[in-house]
């Protein structure tokens, strides 16, 4: 008799463990998706708070929704462009690119880290960009950076082809 007592001890024990192991299990699930919930709907608020680039045009083929950049290290902000195809050739694949440079001697590449949907923008038509740009862990101070929009030229080589300076400034 006690054999079955022990082997309904057992069992018991299993499953009470089983229970317990499924709703951690969706405790942290939740969580989880909570967090990634919030990282998007984040980002989102952040490109609607973000004022529009200026239409480009001709005279100013490349417009940015600000000139300064500020930002904490290690954070993504998010960064508006528009452009303007003023030559004969099409501008396939093109997307912003953001180049920064340390200020001393060496000229030392700073790594910013950007997202941007490529496209082609037609002769004389206007693309629009949203930019989600990742700031490096760097020391604060202000950086002079470039927005360059880059691509592919006629015959299928990488090309810059228009350019604006921007400065960030890492708080």
């Given amino acids: 008799m006690k054999q079955k007592k022990a082997a309904m001890e057992l069992s018991v024990t299993a499953i009470v463990t089983l229970i317990l192991a499924i709703v951690m299990l969706g405790l942290g699930l939740g969580f989880i998706r909570g967090m990634f919930t919030k990282v998007s709907t984040s980002f989102e608020e952040q ?3 973000e004022p529009e680039a200026e239409l480009a045009r001709s005279s100013d083929p490349l417009t940015i929704s600000r000139q300064t950049i500020i930002s904490e290290a290690g954070a993504s902000i998010a960064l508006k462009v528009n452009a303007y195809n003023p030559t004969q050739n ?5 997307e ?4 920064c440079k340390e200020s001393d001697a060496a000229s030392t590449d700073i790594p910013i ?3 941007a949907t490529p496209r082609d923008i037609e ?3 206007t693309g629009a960009f949203t930019v989600l740009v990742t700031v ?3 020391d604060t101070g202000s950086y002079l950076c470039q927005v360059v929009l880059k691509g592919k030229d006629a015959l299928g080589a990488d090309a810059d082809f228009l350019q604006k300076d921007i400065t960030l400034r890492i708080q």
Avoid at 90 to 94: P, R, S, V
């Fill in 136 to 138: 490096p862990d760097k």
């Fill in 90 to 94: 099409d501008y396939t694949d093109a």
């Fill in 123 to 125: 002769v004389a038509e």
């Fill in 47 to 49: 490109i609607s708070a």
């Fill in 96 to 99: 912003p690119d953001i180049r």
């Fill in 113 to 115: 880290t950007e997202t």
